[in-house]
């Protein structure tokens, strides 16, 4: 069964660091998403991307952020400078439609000391 | 202020209950997804809907668009549907809002 992968499971950084999020999104999906869970509260919506452009983003995805699909399969999440409030679990999902049923990834896990 | 509201926030149940946990919104939307959170944080999508009823298995998603609600049913719960189910809504902009989920735990 075709699944959603994410890349690395869990990665900690250096406050100020950048870091990329990688994830592999179910190849005949169109719709492409990040979505982040802060320990204990609960999820919410940074991005959605279609046809290689951000279609939404949400007051979290600030200038820090940016997403690029690199190639025909990665999807990416980059944080430049990352801040201790950056520590989250970062889901990727994806879609075949809009609004669509979404195949969320595993999640990984963002530690930021 | 949430845009999406759930209830109750914690459920325990006896094996073979049935289960129901509530979801109000407050924004126009095009779609209402219901998700279940695994102990280890995985996310799965179980429903997404937009009008009536849907059923997969155990697991009934019904929606109420004039009343903006909708309701998750588990028929026959057993102790592997312990999880926490979250109500998320896109409203009309594709835009996504999440509750705060319901944590259900299923006693043998």
């Known amino acids: 069964e075709p699944e959603v992968t994410q890349t690395p499971s869990h990665q900690v950084t250096q406050m100020g660091q950048e870091v990329i999020l990688r994830c592999v999104p179910i190849?005949?999906?169109?719709?492409f998403y990040w979505y982040r869970q802060i320990l204990g509260q609960k999820v919410e919506f940074l991005v959605s991307f279609y046809n290689n452009e951000i279609s939404e983003k949400s007051e979290i995805f600030d200038d820090q952020f940016s997403v690029e699909r690199p190639d025909g399969s990665n999807f990416t999440l980059k944080i430049r400078s990352t801040k201790l409030e950056d520590s989250a679990m970062y889901f990727c999902a994806s879609s075949v439609e809009a609004g669509g049923s979404e195949f969320f990834g595993p999640g990984t896990r963002l530690t930021v000391l | 202020k949430n845009e999406v509201e759930q209830s109750p926030q914690n459920l325990t149940a006896q094996e073979g209950e049935f289960i129901t946990i509530n979801c109000s919104y407050s924004v126009g939307i095009s779609a209402l997804h219901w998700l279940q959170q695994h102990p280890g944080g995985g996310i799965v999508s179980l429903f997404m809907l937009s009008s009536g009823k849907k059923k997969h298995g155990r697991l009934i998603a019904t929606i109420n668009i004039q009343e903006k609600h909708s309701s998750l049913h588990i028929t026959a719960s057993h102790p592997r549907d312990s999880a926490v189910y979250i109500c998320?809504?896109?409203?009309?902009?594709?835009?996504?809002?999440f509750g705060t989920g319901t944590s259900l735990t299923v006693i043998p």
């Open positions: 190849s005949n999906h169109l719709y």
């Open positions: 998320a809504v896109t409203n009309t902009g594709n835009q996504f809002y």
